[in-house]
């Protein structure tokens, strides 16, 4: 059974940093891309950041390009967003899954960035 579980989340300020994590389980980690989405209510969830198989390759929202570092641990069957100058347009509860393909997603991790 495939399992997502994001962690991490919290309430900062403008300009802070936050470390997201998303455990895996339940099928072979280092055979797929990976992402991080976001959603905020009422609103689609939207593809916030992306890495290839072996970490080689990653891409990103424009918005979040330079601030955002996402990246792996195939080891750990692990998956990790660092997200550096945070923005209040940042809030939102953010996701793991596949890049293609998406298993029933996880429950999410509520990040919050407010002064």
């Known amino acids: 059974q495939v399992q997502l579980v994001e962690s991490g989340g919290g309430l900062v300020e403008p300009g802070g940093s936050l470390r997201l994590s998303c455990a895996v389980s339940?099928?072979?980690?280092?055979?797929?891309?990976m992402a991080w989405c976001r959603q905020t209510p009422g609103k689609e969830r939207e593809l916030v950041a992306s890495?290839?198989?072996?970490?080689?390759?990653?891409s990103y929202k424009d918005s979040v390009k330079g601030r955002f570092t996402i990246s792996r641990d195939n080891l750990m069957n692990s998956l990790y967003l660092q997200m550096n100058n945070l923005k209040p347009e940042d809030t939102a509860v953010y996701y793991c899954?596949?890049?293609?393909?998406?298993?029933?997603w996880g429950q999410g991790t509520q990040v919050t960035v407010s002064s």
């Open positions: 899954n596949k890049r293609f393909g998406p298993s029933n």
């Open positions: 890495i290839d198989l072996d970490g080689g390759t990653t």
């Open positions: 339940g099928f072979t980690f280092g055979n797929y891309g």
